[in-house]
Nanobody, 119 residues
Framework: QVQLVESGGGSVQAGGSLRLSCTSS????????MGWFRQAPGKGREGVAW????????SVAESVKGRFTISQDNAKGTVYLQMNTLKPEDTGMYYC????????????WGQGTQVTVSS
């Protein structure tokens, strides 16, 4: 099993920055890819950024391109989401998730961390 714990959320004004962290534990050698997802009030969950654990290759959603960056420190078992130039529409609960080599979907999820951006 893989356990994930997010941290770093908070309240900021538009234009500000936050850095989210996601620390993994358990059977982390099985992790293949990590992702950040978010869910705004009354909306569905959407993918924000992804990173392959082995290669470090990354991708981000069009809605956050140029503002958000995903990175990792494998020695610490931690994935980061650097969020710059935040907008009110970035408000939501942010979750990290892990996909292992035996999964076809993101099966392991953290409890989430709240991000609130005020105008």
């Amino acid at each position: 099993q893989v356990q994930l714990v997010e941290s770093g959320g908070g309240s900021v004004q538009a234009g500000g920055s936050l850095r989210l962290s996601c620390t993994s534990s358990g059977y982390t050698d099985s992790i293949y890819r990590m992702g950040w997802f978010r869910q705004a009030p009354g909306k569905g969950r959407e993918g924000v950024a992804w990173i392959y654990k082995g290669s470090g290759s990354t991708s981000v959603a069009e809605s956050v391109k140029g503002r958000f960056t995903i990175s990792q420190d494998n020695a610490k078992g931690t994935v980061y989401l650097q969020m710059n130039t935040l907008k009110p529409e970035d408000t939501g609960m942010y979750y990290c998730a892990a996909r292992t080599t035996s999964d076809t979907i993101y099966k392991h999820w953290g409890q989430g961390t709240q991000v609130t951006v005020s105008s």
